[in-house]
Each structure stands twice: as structure tokens, then as C-alpha cells.
């Protein structure tokens, strides 16, 4: 196969998060979307699952036209259940959604066969290992059919699947359809997170840990020898960070052929007054909903801070950031109000009933409510770790106190029951952000607060970190982003530090505010997908070249 220096013909791009938002990964490739929609129009397919039974998938729009031909015999003669549309995103790229619970019953040869052809071992499988990697082979499945139906021997063709949940569909493409260019990214490794999440020390230890020992150790055998096995069998590897990178070369054996940083794209920002409406009214809901909580009134100048990701608690650096508030609580130069927000999703019962009864009847409280940390009743609230380390650090919430925090346990998809708005339609109410990460392969939080103009405070164990300090930025928060070097060590000189980024941020006027809000605008467009698409087109490029010297 004689390969030209050009373009893919086209591009797979496989994902559980495919019109399913449970993480960042959606945010990587419904942002990436519209930037390869306009290089590769209709030619950039992306496969999910599809588990929304007898319920529309969110971001899904039906296209019966689209590859209507393909469609019809991949439901008859290949046996898939698909359905085909687009991803309701900008770029609205071709999207099909596949039911992989018919190849359940293909498992064990599955299994037998990724163990036979590259050593995959998933002997010790447990968890949501069997359901990923089912439809990881279904996505492998649709891609089969749609070439062979389309007849795109003579093509050249890309296959692109992300985190080890997807590294079976890599593996068995790469054996079924050899002309296909295979990528495998690893947006974090499965056992570098289990390392870390276990509180051990990732990172003064990293060389000396062995990624399959540490693997048995901690019951990670089936997912760490799937990733790890794709990784070193796709025609290319990529991970989103150079910190990610060393972690794969020590943990898997394998270092990444190419670092593909997560962009981002400024299309959920708001301008001009739009921008000041937004944030006005952000303000006045968090406001109103912290003086319904707390039976006090709030002034509208008060400090806003909030942290956010997923529940991993000492990965997300959740702990630090409440020792910071205590810290900072407790200073004696605290000259004003502040409230920092957790908007972090935990095990909800349900959104609490006197809280939304307040808000929605504009009930003036005068004393805290029960519980006045919290905006929703938790399952199991007594072993909640946020709610136990707020109680241990002697946090009241009371009118005395300057400092007051209150945890928003719930997915901020406007539907929560108090708030009622999105997650981005809260952020651009912050006056500041903090993401002491552990570990945090990329960062998009901070990312997506800069690009809202909200200064944000991460770590140099965060990829987005580590990138921000090679653009200039991070050595104090009035240049928008301050990276704080994090160590396994050094917990308790995070959290001062923190807590004295707030004071000089407390001690800025209107002036000094805006010039740092710039700062913030200005290092987003450096990381927007128009400047970052370029390390993918590169990757796409070599995968393609490495596959046409695999074949001869």
C-alpha cells in the first residue's frame, strides 16, 4: 500500500462517553468534534453505546438519511442494532450508537482470542470490565461492517479509540482489518489512578513500581493487561499530558508515541452583556440559595470559590481544598465574606425539601437550616468523607463566621432540584477556582475556568499545569492561573499556600480584577482545538505511516 503525505480518508473515534456525559473524556470529544468536522466533513464518525432504553439519548439527533444504505444491511445481514444520527454539538459530526448487550454471548471467544493473538489476560475480571469491553467489540464490529459495505480497502482509514475500556475494539481491529490505521489514547492509566486513589505514592516512588506487580496487588490484572497490551500493539499511542507520559513509559511498559493535549473551544462562553447577565444571575442563585441555607443575609460582593470534578476525594485534591478554607478561616486576615462551594457528584438521596421549599417560595430564613453544609440529603451522609472533614475541621457556617462552605453533591445538568442550572452557568458566576489535583492526567476544570475569565489555582501534578507554566503562567494568581508544585509530601504547604492566593486575590480592586480576567482569556486561546487539532492530525499522519510499513 503506497501511502501519500495527505489527509485520512476517514476517522473513527470510539468512546464510552460518545453522547454519554459521565466525565472529562466528553468534554475532549465533544469540544474536538466541530474542528474535525470542518477538516473532515461527515468523514469523522464517532461510535457509542448505546444504554438508553426505552429513553432518548441526550446529544443524539436521529438522521434516517445518513448512511441509510449501510444502516439497512448492518441491522440485517451483520446483525448490529444501531442507531445513526448526530451528535447534537457544534459540528454536529455523524455519530452511531450501538446496542453491544446482543454480544454478550460472544464473550469467552472474545476473551480466548485477545488472549491467544496479544496476551490480554481477563481471568480476574470483575466490575464494569465485561460490559466495556463488549462494546468495545461492537464498536470494533460497526467499523467492520461500514468498510466493508463502503468498500474502503483502497482508503485510508484511522481508528481511534480512548481509555482501556476501548483497547478490546483496538486490538480487534488491528487483527481483523490490518489496513486500518489503529490508535489507542489513555486519557489516565487505569493503575496509576488505582495507585493514587489507594493512597500510596505515586510520584516519589514512580520508578520503582512495576505496573504488573502493582497491578495483582491492588486487583487490577484484567483492566492493566488490556491497556497495557494495546498500548503496545496499535499501529499508534498517545496520552493527553507529559506527566501522563512518564507514568505510561514506567507503568506500561510503553512510552506514548505522541502527547495529544486536550484542547477546548470557546463556543459555551458567553460575550459583551451577555457575559455580565450570565455571571449576574449565576451570583444572585448561589447568593440566594446560601442565605436560604444559612438564615442570613449575604452581600453581593462576597468571594466566591468552588472546586469541582469527580468524587475522588484525595486524587482531586478535595481534602486540601477544605484544609485550605479551614486555614484560611482561621488566619485572622480574612477582611471578607467568602463561600466555597464543592460542586462535586456524591450518592444523592434527594434534593433536601426545606431548602427548595425556601427558595421556591422566597422564604426569608433566620437561622441555619439542619445540616446548613449541604444542599441535598445523601445516602449514607455519616461516611461521607467531604461532610466528615468539614464536621472535623470545626466548620459552623454561622453569621460570625467570615468563612462559610456548603457541598453541592449533585450532577449540575440544570435538573438537580435547587439550583437548576448548569454547571457552566454556575462557573461563570466564580471569582476564583481551585483544583489542587494529585492526580490529574490533564485538568479540564481549570481549563474551562479561564476560559470562562475565573482565575483558577491547580498543581504542577496536573497536565493543564505542567502546560500553563511552558506558556508563561502560574507563578501567582494575578496572572490568571497559579500553579502550586504539589508533591506526595507536601499536603500541608498546598493548603497555606492556597489560602494565601484567596488573600491577594481578596486584595485586588476592579482594575487589577480585570486585568487578571484577561490574563485568563488570553491563555484559553492559547489552548483552544484550533491551535491543539494539529498534534492529532500529526498522530493521524504516523498512524497511517506505521500501517503501511506494517503491510508491506
Excluded at 33 to 43: C, G, Q, S, Y
Excluded at 311 to 335: C, H, P, T, W
Excluded at 455 to 461: A, E, G, N, S, V
Amino acid at each position: 500500500m503506497e501511502y501519500k503525505n495527505d489527509k485520512a480518508d476517514y476517522i473513527f473515534e470510539s468512546s464510552w462517553e460518545v453522547c454519554n456525559k459521565v466525565g472529562g473524556i466528553y468534554t475532549v470529544l465533544s469540544t474536538k468534534a466541530r474542528t474535525l468536522e470542518k477538516i473532515h466533513p461527515d468523514k469523522i464518525i464517532f461510535i457509542g453505546p448505546d444504554i438508553w432504553r426505552g429513553i432518548k439519548a441526550p446529544d443524539f439527533v436521529e438522521d434516517t438519511k445518513l448512511f441509510a444504505d449501510w444502516k439497512k444491511q448492518a441491522r440485517q445481514k451483520d446483525n448490529l442494532s444501531i442507531k445513526v444520527g448526530r451528535w447534537d454539538i457544534p459540528g454536529k459530526p455523524p455519530v452511531v450508537l450501538v446496542d453491544f448487550n446482543p454480544f454478550f454471548d460472544k464473550k469467552n471467544e472474545l476473551y480466548y482470542t485477545m488472549w491467544e493473538h496479544f496476551g490480554v489476560d481477563s481471568l480476574q475480571a470483575y466490575g464494569d470490565y465485561d460490559e466495556s469491553c463488549i462494546f468495545a467489540y461492537a464498536a470494533g464490529k460497526v467499523i467492520e461492517s461500514f468498510y466493508h459495505f463502503y468498500q474502503l480497502e483502497d482508503k485510508k482509514v484511522v481508528a481511534l479509540f480512548n481509555e482501556w475500556m476501548l483497547g478490546m475494539g483496538a486490538l480487534y481491529i488491528k487483527k481483523t482489518l490490518p489496513a486500518i490505521a489503529t490508535i489507542f489514547s489513555t486519557h489516565a492509566t487505569s493503575i496509576g489512578r488505582s495507585i493514587a486513589g489507594n493512597d500510596k505514592p505515586l510520584y516519589s516512588h514512580l520508578e520503582s513500581y512495576d505496573g504488573d506487580a502493582m497491578a495483582k496487588e491492588l486487583n487490577m490484572q484484567a483492566k492493566h493487561s488490556l491497556e497495557k497490551q494495546a498500548a503496545a500493539h496499535v499501529d499508534y499511542f498517545t496520552t493527553v499530558s507529559d506527566i501522563t507520559a512518564l507514568e505510561c513509559k514506567q507503568l506500561l511498559g510503553k512510552a506514548p508515541d505522541k502527547v495529544t493535549p486536550n484542547g477546548f473551544e470557546p463556543d459555551f462562553v458567553p460575550e459583551g452583556d451577555k457575559y455580565t447577565t450570565k455571571r449576574e444571575e449565576a451570583r444572585n442563585t448561589l447568593i440566594n440559595m446560601a442565605e436560604k441555607l444559612l438564615g442570613t443575609s449575604i452581600s453581593p460582593d462576597t468571594l466566591l470559590i468552588s472546586t469541582s470534578g469527580r468524587y475522588e476525594y484525595r486524587n482531586k485534591g478535595m481534602d486540601v481544598f477544605i484544609e485550605a478554607m479551614d486555614k484560611l478561616r482561621n488566619s485572622g486576615e480574612l477582611q471578607r465574606d467568602v463561600i466555597a462551594f464543592i460542586l462535586t457528584p456524591a450518592w444523592i438521596r434527594n434534593a433536601r425539601t426545606d431548602l427548595k421549599a425556601a427558595i421556591e417560595n422566597d422564604i426569608h430564613t433566620t437561622s441555619p437550616m439542619q445540616m446548613p453544609f449541604c444542599t441535598h440529603w445523601l445516602n449514607q451522609m455519616e461516611n461521607d468523607k467531604v461532610l466528615n472533614y468539614i464536621s472535623q475541621k470545626g466548620f459552623t457556617n454561622n453569621v460570625s463566621e467570615k468563612m462559610k462552605i456548603i457541598f453541592i453533591p449533585c450532577y449540575l445538568d440544570g435538573k438537580d432540584g435547587i439550583l437548576n442550572k448548569s454547571y457552566y452557568d454556575l462557573l461563570i458566576g466564580m471569582d476564583l477556582t481551585i483544583y489542587p489535583s494529585y492526580y490529574e492526567p490533564w485538568g479540564y476544570t481549570p481549563l474551562e475556568s479561564i476560559a470562562f475569565g475565573i482565575p483558577t489555582i491547580t498543581t504542577d501534578l496536573a497536565g493543564f499545569g505542567l502546560w500553563a507554566r511552558k506558556e508563561g503562567a502560574g507563578d501567582s494568581i494575578t496572572q490568571g492561573v497559579q500553579v502550586i508544585n504539589r508533591t506526595d509530601d507536601n499536603y500541608f504547604e498546598v493548603a497555606d499556600t492556597i489560602s494565601q492566593a484567596i488573600l491577594t486575590l481578596c486584595k485586588e480592586n476592579k482594575t487589577g480584577l480585570k486585568t487578571i480576567r484577561n490574563c485568563c482569556f488570553k491563555l484559553a486561546s492559547h489552548a483552544e482545538w484550533s491551535k491543539f487539532i494539529s498534534f492529532y492530525q500529526e498522530a493521524f499522519d504516523a498512524a497511517l505511516k506505521n500501517t503501511a510499513k506494517r503491510n508491506g
